[in-house]
DNA sequence: ACAAAAGTGTTATCCTTACACCCATGT
DNA sequence: ACATGGGTGTAAGGATAACACTTTTGT
């Protein structure tokens, strides 16, 4: 038996998922100013939610993850991690929530009750370069954004729970997680790097004492200055050492707490 | 509807349940020693494994955990944290396995089939004081043990890997999680949270570091001394100020990392 | 007196913090 | 010349690490 045959989200096959399980995914982009996180809007809906989908019988869950957020987004991705399984058994009965399943059912032709169903949902988390992904909706959606999560729209269901969650984890586990390799391009400045991190962590950072913290690890390549024809110093480019990093991460690098 | 009835594990009913999803305890325990975990001993198997059980449709995940443990081991928590889900297809395909569910379908008369199903299980963890809790064997386990981390006995399906991401989330988390309030009893002394970070990250610390460093932090009520007729200065009791250690772990305390 | 474990002190080193200073560049 | 942002330096204070010293108690 093949456990990774992808299957399509797009035919909701009830005998070929797991009934009662569904994967939500927090996408967490950066574009070198504001933590962003990818949304979709449903078809016909002013109802905004998370990228999510259901578990073939033979896949492996991780794998299910990958799959659903390609199939929604069109995002192949770098990094994908589980992060929490939320399961409360009212995490989308509130009436505006019912409203919606019902609406999707019938525009859809769901076999019926699939939706209705309780599910209990693993979330997963990624960090991906915003540049760098074009996110394009699928069938069931009608736009496919990037919001700051300074100013996400109302969320579907608990996912406004479930992106506290993720920023949560992220925040504690932020010396675990290879932050800056999936979140920046190939090169970067420093700037970039420092702009990450304190959007993440949500408060400012000294600029001198952050370069020196960062260059004293040891995990930066310095590259050949870039002159981008501002009116000021050119900054040098970084790029990861990639086994430097991975190996302090298991440590767990000490960043400003 | 009534979401938090608690559902009895020992009758399998499966159209009470949610299909395809259980739940995996582990539970640390400490001995002023050693870190330990919980192991249940199969019925007229020489098989180990952790605690665990089946989620009720209509019964928070975070309940039915608090609820299995009870049942199938007698031991009621202070604290219980959802740490990772095991979404693997082959969790638990190895042949030793499958003789197991076997078994287990005919010694206790299960609803065919309920057992052979593909399961995606939540693993929980909880620490607790070991000389405060006896645990008890449910019908469907021989004995109910603490056994040493350092020397465990091979493990049933995948369990051993869920030992050891709740070892790794632990260590990851360990500024965040409540560890002395859960793991110590009431009143403890300086070396008995010394001897229990040291099993937690596994090395040495300096015993006049240590002290200096936990004082400072505040979260300690030094209680009078104890004299246990030893020889030897009698050492002071401590308890946890127990805002003030719930603040500082929003924070994330700074141990030595 | 001695061993054992608790409590505290000392010192060197390192890290963090908050700045200040100079450099390169376009206007 | 000046504004802007990049790179580096410095000094005070705090944290860490290694180890020494003193105290209490039973033998």
Redesign the pocket.
Known sequence: MDHNKPISFLKIVPADLMPGLSIDCVIFGFDRKDLNILVLKWQGLDSWALPGGFIGKDEDMDIAATRILEERTGISLPYLRQFHTFGKVNRRNNSQDLDIIDHSNKKFAIPIRWLEQRFISTGYLSLVDMRQSKPTPDILSESCQWKPVKELPELLFDHMDIVKKALEQIRIQINHLPIGLSLLPEKF???DLQMLYESILNRDL????F???M??LGFLNRLE?Q?T????????LYSFNRSRYDALLNQGI?Y??
């Open positions: 400045t420093m700037k000294d600029r001198g004492n370069q020196k913290k260059l004293k200055k002159h024809g501002a009116s000021h110093k050119a900054p040098y000490g400003m707490s």
